[in-house]
């Protein structure tokens, strides 16, 4: 950066600014006055960090709010970093999915994402810096990683490869910010799955302790490669959450996409994953060749009321037509038409009013470029215009804490019938019923354990305090504010009315050090606390509340 610029947005930094309105009117005057193309926010927060450090001048939250881009990104209180797999030959054959050379299948090549991966050769380690870099660059501080692998069906990687990968995403983690920082000049043929799986537990246990942390670990492949192996094998990586690729929950619309495989196939990988404790991500394409509005919408109810399936999260992926796929061939053809605008619109609209509460929607629209859609949808703000049609939706995202400052709150406790036993939605949220603070899922079934470290186990699948994401030891705002204890007591009160004799919790290496503070140890992947030590007291709520409230329904 120039001389020049640097004393420029000196100036920048001395101007009363209160709103982004304030700092574009701000950041034009002086650009004007001193010759200069416009001034980006990750250049005025780099000045801003200096300026800190020199102690010239004082920190900031409410201006480092206004220059962080897309804080959104953080709101939910952890720092997502999703990184592709390099391409490789897919088991499947589905009917709607593009095949672009050098692209891991499904994906094109002028995806956000996949662009950014193709800048870093697909390697993991380079992503995983690069997204870390570009979100402090931008105002983020991304102490707290959800690591999201995609690039299709994960299982069908070799071993070594898969092992190598999420070794290398742990070092990058670990590395970041340090002078050690670089890629490995071993090639991966050159290093033997055990030296990989003993370097991976070292990488783990080093993130345990580390600045940025890897609090969770997505993977993505196909219900039909989901079995008792593979979870084991993805539990040793450091996996919490796994993302399916569902589509629909009909034979006949699988079989016309030549899906391969059936809706028992979905319901089965569900039922295991939940055994193991894993989170649920259900992807689900509504639109697709033999479906119409109405079938679709009797699916997405049908998630919901049937306990073999009832995921935890959903991304919607509506149907659209892409080059390189068969579907492109059958709308030449004239022998498939996508939704019209407002038939999907209204089918969205109408399938986010009867989302539960204990479901979040990660996603309405795939990040596909205009360009790239043939036929089918091309609105990319949809969650938008349906909030401004004054849809009211009551999943997880549309209510979280965001960057809300506590106020009084009541704890719910909603248990509903999934796979083999029962799971328990215990939450707590504003007293208006608006705003979600945290939440626990607790599962608990009465057949044995999927392996002996989980038999007789309450499973803790998920623990989230919502809010900004803050650093350990920072301020408090939502997280750090003893919600999550208070969610965690209140799960080993109802696991031991339930006869459980110890409870298990699938958690993400960077959280295990917060699990050993009350109690838990780490056994055979999991932090584990037997029933005899379990204490329970709902005295004292919250200090910084006036009335703590307990409220317990229950869902039919």
Not at 5 to 12: F, H, S
Not at 174 to 184: A, L, P, Q, T, Y
């Given at each position: 950066?120039?001389?020049a ?8 930094l001395?101007a ?14 002086i650009?004007?006055?001193?010759g200069?193309p416009?001034f980006t ?19 900031s939250?409410?201006l480092?709010k ?10 939910s ?38 662009m950014r ?14 997204r ?5 660059a ?19 990687l070799?071993?070594?490869y ?6 290398e995403c742990?070092?990058?983690a ?11 000049s071993r090639?991966?043929?050159d290093?033997?799955l ?14 345990e ?8 670990v ?18 040793e ?23 391969g ?6 319901a089965a ?9 894993f ?9 697709l060749p033999?479906?119409t509005?109405k ?13 073999r399936?009832?995921?935890?999260q959903?991304?919607?992926?509506p ?8 579907l ?10 996508p939704?019209?605008d ?5 089918l ?6 009867m ?9 309405l ?9 043939m ?15 004054g849809l ?10 965001k960057d809300?400052?506590i ?13 083999a ?11 208006d ?11 608990i079934s ?13 499973i ?5 305090v919502?809010g900004?994401?803050v ?5 408090k705002?939502v ?12 799960a ?17 290496v960077?959280v ?19 029933m005899?030590?379990?204490?329970h007291?709902?005295e004292g709520?919250?200090?910084g509340?006036s ?10």
């Open positions: 950066m120039s001389e610029k640097k004393q420029a947005i000196k100036k920048i001395k009363r600014i209160k709103s982004a309105a304030d700092l574009m009117l701000v950041k034009r005057k650009a004007n006055e001193s200069l416009l926010n990750s250049e005025i927060l780099a000045v801003y960090r200096n300026e800190i450090k020199d102690g010239k001048i004082k920190q939250d409410s480092e206004i220059l962080r881009r897309r804080s959104i990104r953080t709101m209180g952890i720092a997502p970093v999703a990184v592709l797999t390099k391409p490789w030959p897919c088991p499947g054959n589905c009917a709607f999915c593009p095949t672009e050379k050098d692209v891991p299948q499904s994906y094109l090549s002028n995806e956000p994402a996949v991966a193709i800048r870093c050769d697909y390697h993991p380690y380079v992503q995983v810096q690069d870390l870099r570009a979100l402090e931008n105002g983020h501080e991304p102490t707290k990683i959800e690591l999201i692998v995609i690039g299709g069906t994960w299982s069908v070799p071993e070594s898969k092992f190598w990968f999420i070794k742990f070092r990058a670990n590395d970041f910010g340090s002078r050690k920082s670089k890629v490995e090639k991966l043929d290093i033997a055990d030296e990989l799986k003993n370097i991976l537990n070292k990488e783990q246990k080093k993130n302790k580390a600045k940025y942390q890897l609090i969770g997505t993977l993505e492949t196909r219900p039909d490669y989901i079995n008792k192996k593979e979870l084991l094998e993805m539990r990586l450091g996996c919490t959450r796994v993302e399916l690729g569902v589509q629909a929950i009909d034979d006949e619309i699988l079989k016309k996409n030549k899906r495989h059936g809706v028992a196939t979905i990988a569900t039922a295991l994953l939940r055994s193991f404790g989170k649920i991500t259900y992807h689900l394409m509504p639109g033999g479906a509005p079938r679709d919408l009797e699916m997405f109810r049908q998630l919901f009321s049937d306990p399936f009832q995921p935890d959903i991304k919607f992926y149907t659209v037509v892409t080059k390189g796929s068969l492109y061939k059958w709308w030449k053809q004239g022998k498939y038409q939704y019209a407002d038939e999907l619109r209204q969205i609209i109408d399938c986010k009013a989302v539960p509460e204990y479901v979040r929607i990660i996603r629209i795939r990040d596909i470029p205009g360009e790239s859609i036929a089918g949808n091309k609105i990319t703000n949809l969650r938008q215009i349906m909030k401004d049609k009211v939706c009551r999943c997880i995202r549309c209510r979280e804490a809300s400052q106020k009084n709150y009541e704890l719910k406790v909603m248990n509903y019938g999934a796979g036993g029962r799971e328990y939605f215990i939450s707590v949220d504003s007293l019923k608006k705003t979600l603070y945290g939440f626990c899922r607790l599962h009465k057949t044995k354990g999927v392996i002996p470290t989980l038999d007789k186990a309450a803790i699948r998920e623990l989230h919502y900004e994401l650093s350990v030891g920072a301020d705002k997280q750090h504010a003893g919600l999550g204890k208070q969610l965690l007591l209140e080993e009160r109802i696991a031991r009315e339930q006869g459980c004799k110890k409870i298990a919790i699938i958690s993400g960077g295990r050090g917060y699990y050993r503070k009350l109690g838990y140890k780490l056994k055979d992947t999991y932090m584990l606390k037997n005899q030590h379990f204490r007291s709902r709520g919250n200090p509340t009335n703590f409230f307990l409220k317990l329904s229950e869902l039919k």
